[in-house]
């Protein structure tokens, strides 16, 4: 193929917007999604565009640069190269994608510690590389509206690592150092002890009233207090707010019960 052929087999002019592949996910209330006409528009004209143009377009910057192709485009670029057989395309373009997710994610998760950073991010740029080459229907909504799925990908991930999270920090030593390398790190900003290291009898207290607690009030505390989550996104990236689906007053009034519940257990400070 020469650097102006197209990778589809008719050229742009021919084509329209009517002539991009819908999509096949089904809304919770009936009907396929559809895309929004810009995007639908943009995908028809790039269809027809050599892969070194299409390429060239994607590296053009953030993608809300001028010019620069959309993220859905990509999405669909990728998996009709995939569905067609091909991977020259898919394999130019899926990099500067999750380089682009990346980019999102250095903001999005610096209420992580470094290495909890590092894996949530991971695991996020693993599962969306998986839903773009997945056969179905799996990645028809990051055609749609590409920031929405992506944020809900990550809060997913967030959830995920919450829980893991939590099993680890009731599994572990309640030292300073010990819950430090597992979660806190430098994101930590109210440690649960306020002497350090603790008495063996204040971490059995600490331990005891972690037990005594529900599991939402536990989960509020672990993400408030040790990872240095904020309440509604003050801090940037994912808030408690959204990790945990529900209202800032039923966050707050979680973590006024946990806080109520550490008075007797040497954890207030």
């Not at 640069?65 to 993220?71: E, H, Q």
């Not at 510690?113 to 799996?138: H, N, T, Y």
Request: hydrophobic share 40%; glycine share 8%.
């Amino acid at each position: 193929m020469s650097r102006s052929a197209s990778p589809v087999s008719r050229p742009a002019e021919d084509r329209s917007s009517e002539q991009v592949a819908p999509l096949r996910r089904r809304r919770a209330g009936g009907g396929s999604l559809r895309r929004p006409p810009e995007v639908e528009a943009e995908i028809a004209a790039v269809l027809g565009w050599s892969v070194e143009r299409i390429v060239r377009r994607a590296r053009a910057g953030d993608a809300a640069a001028p010019g620069c192709l959309s993220s859905e485009c990509l999405v669909h670029l990728i998996r009709h190269d995939l569905r067609g057989g091909g991977r020259r395309l898919a394999e130019r373009l899926a990099p500067l994608l999750l380089a682009r997710c990346a980019t999102i994610l250095r903001r999005s998760l610096r209420g992580f510690s470094g290495a909890a950073r590092e894996d949530v991010r991971a695991e996020i740029l693993g599962r969306l590389a998986e839903l773009l080459v997945a056969p179905g229907d799996a990645a028809d909504f990051f055609e749609v509206r590409f920031a929405r799925a992506f944020k809900c990908l990550t809060i997913d991930v967030c959830r995920r690592e919450r829980r893991h999270l939590e099993r680890r920090v009731l599994e572990a030593d309640l030292t300073p150092e010990a819950v430090g390398r597992e979660a806190a790190g430098p994101a930590a900003r109210r440690p649960l002890w306020t002497t350090a290291p603790p008495s063996p009898e204040a971490r059995l207290a600490l331990r005891q009233a972690l037990a005594a607690m529900s599991a939402e009030e536990r989960q509020a505390l672990v993400l408030h207090r040790l990872i240095g989550m904020s309440i509604n996104g003050t801090r940037g990236g994912p808030s408690l707010v959204e990790v945990l689906g529900v209202s800032e007053r039923t966050v707050r009034n979680r973590l006024r019960r946990a806080e109520a519940k550490l008075v007797d257990s040497g954890g207030r400070r």
